[in-house]
């Protein structure tokens, strides 16, 4: 007699598939934005240097900005430039009307500061969502430009259908620009302007011991990873039917070929075996990231051109369009 | 034969022992820091209106004020003021060199926007931590003014000698004055400006199921609850020898005697039977928090003296005093 045992395989999220659905709703509502008689939104990148993987990042993010119907330049700088010249360059984006979401690419050249850098930024123009006035506003779940790379988990997971409400979560990495903030979208109130997600939430790092981490994990139904440590997150540490979103990123060379590739946190073939929905590294989150990147820009387009409308005009324009982190989660 | 089953009780830790300890060697380092030639620190509260507890709470820190050789003046605003109003006077505030620290008594009257307050006071001011700048610097690990509760917390958890690296903490409720922060304090690394505490943080809250609140309080080496629901946190939720921190203040009235009493969230007498170590309602972090706003005051006062003088002094000034946040958690 022979037993087959049926394994139901993880739902397989597919991250470019769901970035070119909002590209797609994004390019429509764009598309009315400037019929309504607006110019195009405007996003400006900085790019210090020749970083091959600056360049390819940079590159990606205007090729999307074209195929939603945003305009964008991109600044090219010496790596020379003082942190004073970069000061002066980001001000006078600021003061510019015509640009209307400013992007610096990280990391910049050892000698300037990227704190300064990203705190000078203006508030209303940070697609990334670097400035610490706008950390302060995410983390009082204040409306903001939230950045990108959490605002992609959030959507994601919430496209995908997957239940947070009440339910655990665990994030793995406490980075600032990306464990921190899907922490606190995760395991926010539903209610406030961040429409964060009412999931207890558990966050693990590289002092959480494996056993710990094992432990957490498994009580899980929703697991977001963000270490840069391939492998990580094994199926024996999964919860039957849970949610792995995998944001590591990790380029490893076959020493024998000499061909690269690029791996996530997560063992994807033992755990998609386990859990109910899991994200493939590439083609999940990364596709999603750059599309916040122009959720923002439109979002920063919009609040830019209500800023600069007399008084009575703003409520016209504001009942004509979306906010930002508009559709409230709704407690049932 | 009579068998003895010995109870280990919890160390009670006494939050007003503790704050005096430190408001003494505040004293100290204030006196010294007058004797360099420095004026003394100054605090001004703001309290609109006459809530009977709003005046309570302010006149308690404007006692601990004078113990430790802080002048504090209260301004008392009617509760008729309007957020204009009350606006220039925090203006005034800010710019006047006279003051280094300022508090405006929580909560404002219903038609003024509390956060638009929080956010007019000078960040190098804001002695309660509540500009949503100094917010987002707290989240991201940079020295800054740190709310005084939160602070109160990480304190205690460092005098009592209760180890926090790796181990496995919870923070209940989530509230953005007390249990954010305390999560961010908690969890983050200990080699940034905030010295924070390197463990692993489960945050939960009002959607937490109380089976899911009793699971991660039983993992938990170290518990933070900050609830107001008195009663919540019970012996049977408890690891042997964590340590309960309760932030909790209820006020109960006996419906017989018409006597009222203060209590935490933690049912105290079950619970010291398992713990390791308990604060108690009244008497535990109470008295931590106005202290806090003490040190906080000191922290302003000397980083506002170091701004108003010239370049080549500073480094002189800095040698000589202390820095908010200083002792570095030593990893070993």
């Known amino acids: 007699m022979i037993i087959t045992k049926r394994i139901q395989m993880a739902k397989i999220i597919d991250g470019t598939q769901i970035a070119n659905d909002i590209r797609n709703e994004l390019k429509v509502k764009i598309d009315k934005w400037i019929q309504e008689g607006h110019r ?49 360059v980001i001000d006078d984006l600021n003061n510019d009307d015509s640009v209307d979401g400013i992007l610096v690419q990280l990391p910049v050249p050892g000698h300037i500061n990227e704190r300064r850098i990203c705190n000078s930024v203006s508030c209303d123009k940070d697609v990334d969502g670097f400035n610490e006035k706008n950390v302060g506003r995410l983390c009082l779940d204040m409306n903001t430009l939230v950045p990108c790379t959490p605002l992609g988990v959030q ?72 270490t840069g440590v391939p492998g990580l997150i094994k199926a024996d540490m999964i919860k039957p039917g849970a949610c792995v979103i995998d944001v590591g990123l990790t380029r490893i060379v076959n020493e024998a070929t000499g061909k690269a590739k690029l791996v996530g946190d997560v063992d994807f073939e033992g755990v998609r075996q386990v859990a109910g929905h899991i994200t493939p590294v590439p083609g999940g989150v990364g596709p999603m990231t750059v599309t916040m990147l122009m959720k923002n820009t439109f979002i920063a387009s919009k609040n830019l051109a209500k800023k600069s409308l007399p008084k009575n005009e703003v409520e016209k324009v504001r009942q004509g369009t979306e906010q930002g982190n508009q559709n409230k989660n709704k407690k049932n």
């Open 40 to 88: 195009p939104p405007q996003l400006t990148a900085v790019l210090i240097g020749s970083d091959p993987a600056s360049c390819t990042y940079v590159k990606n993010k205007m090729k999307a900005a074209v195929e939603v119907g945003i305009n964008s330049i991109t600044k090219n700088l010496s790596p020379d430039i003082t942190e004073e010249e970069l000061l002066q």
């Open 155 to 226: 959507e994601l997971i919430r496209r995908v259908g997957v239940d947070t409400f009440g339910k655990n979560a665990v994030v793995v990495g406490r980075s600032k620009n990306v464990g921190m903030p899907i922490a606190m979208l995760l395991h926010a109130d539903g209610r406030n302007d961040t429409c964060a997600m009412d999931a207890t939430v558990t966050i693990c790092h590289r002092f959480t011991p494996p056993e710990e981490l094992k432990r957490y994990c498994k009580l899980a139904d929703i697991i977001v990873t963000a």
